[in-house]
């Protein structure tokens, strides 16, 4: 890790072609380790990060030391997004047209700590707000089984965090998604949804 701090960038839609391959790298190292256990498949990604390119409105935040892209956080009009991530919000009807929903934020381990969460945040809610069409973000995240023995002992989870942004956590909005969990394989895995208003610009 360099002693200067990351270079942050914003692109969306055909901005982002580039960079692909990059994040995709970056969601395998990341997600592989603890909560996701994700085992990673190349093609998987390809498919999924080709979705928020083709979304003229969609945003990856990326953070650089130098030219290494050393953290990712996505975002797209739910709308964008398919229907699985959309029937949790149909159920409850909550109109999808206004939600603007945060894929994932990937940040490798020596950066955590800095700051560079919150500029995720900042700058993903600073677009979707630009859009001037949303009045929800929202984000999933993996449900794990507190006393799972493969939990690190020192994990910390980012439940205390996603509340200080003001996000809450929606109990009766879970979907199932399907991957190869490592040393496991294919597994239907439930992902609850957090949530927030999308406040005016001051």
Same mark, same amino acid.
């Given at each position: 890790?360099?002693?200067?701090?990351?270079?942050?960038?914003? %692109?969306?839609?055909?901005?982002?072609?580039?960079?692909?391959?990059?994040?995709?790298?970056?969601? &395998?190292? *990341?997600?592989?380790?603890?909560?996701?256990?994700?085992?990673?498949? $190349?093609?998987?990604?390809?498919?999924?990060?080709?979705?928020?390119?083709?979304?003229?409105?969609?945003?990856?935040?990326?953070?650089?030391?130098?030219?290494? #892209?050393?953290? $990712?956080?996505?975002?797209?009009? %739910?709308?964008?997004?398919?229907? /699985?991530?959309? $029937?949790?919000?149909?159920?409850?009807?909550?109109?999808?047209?206004? *939600?603007?929903?945060?894929?994932?934020?990937v940040l490798?381990?020596?950066?955590?700590?800095?700051?560079?969460?919150?500029?995720?945040?900042?700058?993903?809610?600073?677009?979707? +707000?630009?859009?001037?069409?949303?009045?929800?973000?929202?984000?999933?995240?993996?449900?794990?089984?507190?006393?799972?023995?493969?939990?690190? *002992? $020192?994990?910390r989870?980012?439940a205390?965090?996603?509340?200080? +942004?003001?996000?809450?956590?929606?109990?009766? &909005?879970?979907?199932?998604?399907?991957?190869? /969990?490592?040393? #496991?394989?294919?597994?239907?895995?439930?992902?609850?949804?957090?949530?927030?208003?999308?406040?005016?610009?001051?």
């Amino acid at each position: 890790m360099s002693s200067s701090a990351p270079t942050m960038r914003a %692109l969306s839609g055909d901005a982002m072609q580039p960079w692909l391959d990059a994040v995709a790298q970056l969601r &395998m190292t *990341v997600f592989r380790d603890w909560p996701y256990l994700y085992a990673g498949a $190349a093609g998987y990604e390809r498919d999924y990060l080709a979705a928020y390119a083709r979304s003229p409105r969609s945003v990856f935040v990326l953070a650089f030391d130098g030219d290494t #892209v050393v953290g $990712a956080a996505t975002g797209l009009p %739910l709308a964008d997004d398919t229907a /699985e991530f959309q $029937a949790p919000f149909a159920d409850q009807d909550i109109a999808v047209a206004r *939600v603007f929903y945060f894929g994932e934020s990937v940040l490798l381990p020596q950066w955590r700590g800095t700051g560079i969460g919150h500029r995720f945040f900042d700058l993903r809610e600073s677009h979707a +707000r630009g859009l001037g069409d949303f009045d929800m973000t929202a984000f999933a995240a993996v449900d794990r089984a507190e006393h799972d023995p493969r939990r690190p *002992v $020192a994990h910390r989870d980012n439940a205390a965090f996603w509340h200080r +942004r003001g996000y809450v956590r929606q109990p009766g &909005m879970t979907m199932l998604l399907r991957w190869d /969990e490592v040393d #496991v394989g294919d597994v239907a895995h439930p992902m609850t949804f957090w949530t927030r208003p999308l406040e005016a610009a001051a």
